[in-house]
T-cell receptor, first 111, second 114 residues
Framework: EAQVTQNPRYLITVTGKKLTVTCSQN?????MSWYRQDPGLGLRQIYY???????DKGDVPEGYKVSRKEKRNFPLILESPSPNQTSLYFC??????????FGNGTRLTVT | GESVGLHLPTLSVQEGDNSIINCAYS??????FIWYKQESGKGPQFIID?????DKRQGQRVTVLLNKTVKHLSLQIAATQPGDSAVYFC?????????????FGKGTTLSVSS
């Protein structure tokens, strides 16, 4: 089944403790992206990647890092999480001429 | 994004009615538009898309209309069913390649009562 898989689905952590949210897709898509979704603000892009070893900032990249060492994986790294990064995170992938496929989300709480 | 004048944050309909969800986009250079459906606890799912060289596209029970003159996009759902209850987002692509610069609207919550 074609899918985008994020892990974990739920994560509660404390301020400053490094964490990684993994994202993997099995559709051989070149393009991958991370979004955060907050009430009243909608979906905002954090980082995206056009292909392996090519990443770029989205609208809200501060406090986040990404890497794209393999085509199928695009992990989101929070080196020092803060409470304002409490949010619902979505990974998405697609070909550059087609709509995005989204994962089922990771709900992160930073206390 | 969506203008306050056209965007309804919620829409309630009866089962069997037709639903129309509206969206105003911001950039006249946007060349690609997508509607997504998001059910509770899930990620957005693709419903239908349309390129700027078209003004109408039909899918199964859904139709997207694009009016470039007034920068308006609408999603019509025929014979709405309880399973259609969800949040619906429009998205416009302002980048050169689809998906690389998507701007999402705030979403409309559709509630279908039987």
């Amino acid at each position: 089944e074609a899918q985008v898989t994020q892990n974990p689905r739920y994560l509660i952590t404390v301020t400053g403790k490094k964490l990684t949210v993994t994202c993997s897709q099995n559709m051989n898509h070149e393009y991958m992206s991370w979004y955060r979704q907050d009430p009243g603000l909608g979906l905002r892009q954090i980082y995206y990647s056009m292909n392996v070893e090519v990443t770029d900032k989205g609208d809200v990249p501060e406090g986040y890092k990404v890497s794209r060492k393999e085509k199928r994986n695009f992990p989101l790294i929070l080196e020092s999480p803060s409470p304002n990064q409490t949010s619902l995170y979505f990974c998405a992938s697609g070909k550059t001429t087609s709509p995005l496929h989204f994962g089922n989300g990771t709900r992160l709480t930073v206390t | 994004g969506e203008s306050v004048g056209l965007h309804l944050p919620t829409l309630s309909v009866q089962e069997g009615d037709n639903s129309i969800i509206n969206c105003a986009y911001s950039n006249s250079a946007s060349d690609y538009f997508i509607w997504y459906k998001q059910e509770s606890g899930k990620g957005p799912q693709f419903i239908i898309d349309i390129r700027s060289n078209m003004d109408k596209r039909q899918g199964q029970r859904v139709t997207v209309l694009l009016n470039k003159t007034v920068k308006h996009l609408s999603l019509q759902i025929a014979a709405t069913q309880p399973g259609d209850s969800a949040v619906y987002f429009c998205a416009e692509n302002i980048g050169g390649q689809a998906g690389t610069a998507l701007i999402f609207g705030k979403g409309t919550t559709l509630s279908v009562s039987s």
